[in-house]
């Protein structure tokens, strides 16, 4: 059995652009679910959901962030955890979410780094270029594609037969 951590990051907007945020996670409920399901522990953490009012402008001043900070995230991540899961939904956030990325992997330098969402989904190949903390990238949906890739990790199966992944072909 592994311990996953899945995690919807902070969303990022113009600094005077209004937006709505209070939306569920329901792609990383779909997917704790079926991860439960094959008898894995799986907990979430909703970036958005923990701290919908908490509000930080970016270190330039152009933009804000609603949710919890990326170190606030990386503190949350339980120390035992075997597999960490990052929503990457928005290009525009792309950014930050290599920011968490590398982050998560400093802290957690031996625990695999699943990436999935829109914008790993649009570009693979460029979101593992672009950061080395990414060991996979889930293409489309994702559900049983990630349970797959757990039992491949658990196994030690070669990835290269799990349908619906990106991995570097360097062996980074």
């Known amino acids: 059995m592994s311990k996953v951590t899945l995690i919807r990051p902070p969303a990022f907007n113009k600094k005077n ?3 709505l945020f209070a939306t569920p996670p329901i792609g990383l409920a779909y997917l704790a679910a079926i991860i439960k399901k094959y008898g894995h522990d799986c907990s979430v953490i909703d970036a958005i ?3 919908l ?3 930080t402008l970016s270190d330039d001043g152009l933009f804000c962030s609603c949710g919890l900070t990326n170190d606030q995230i990386v503190e949350r991540i339980s120390k035992d955890a075997d597999l960490i899961g990052v929503s990457c939904g928005y290009t525009k956030e792309w950014p ?3 920011v968490l990325l590398e982050k998560i992997k400093e802290r957690f330098p031996d625990v695999s780094v699943v990436c999935g969402g829109e914008h790993i989904t649009a570009e693979p190949e460029f979101s593992m ?3 080395m903390s ?3 990238c889930v293409l489309g949906e994702g559900e049983q594609v990630f349970v797959d890739l757990i039992r491949g990790i658990e196994e030690k199966n070669p990835y290269e037969k799990i349908n619906g992944i990106a ?3 360097m062996g980074k």
């Open 167 to 169: 991995l570097d072909k």
């Open 49 to 51: 959901g923990e701290a």
């Open 96 to 98: 930050n979410y290599k």
């Open 134 to 136: 990414i060991d996979f």
């Open 53 to 55: 009012e908490q509000r």
């Open 129 to 131: 270029q672009e950061c």
């Open 17 to 19: 652009e209004m937006a």
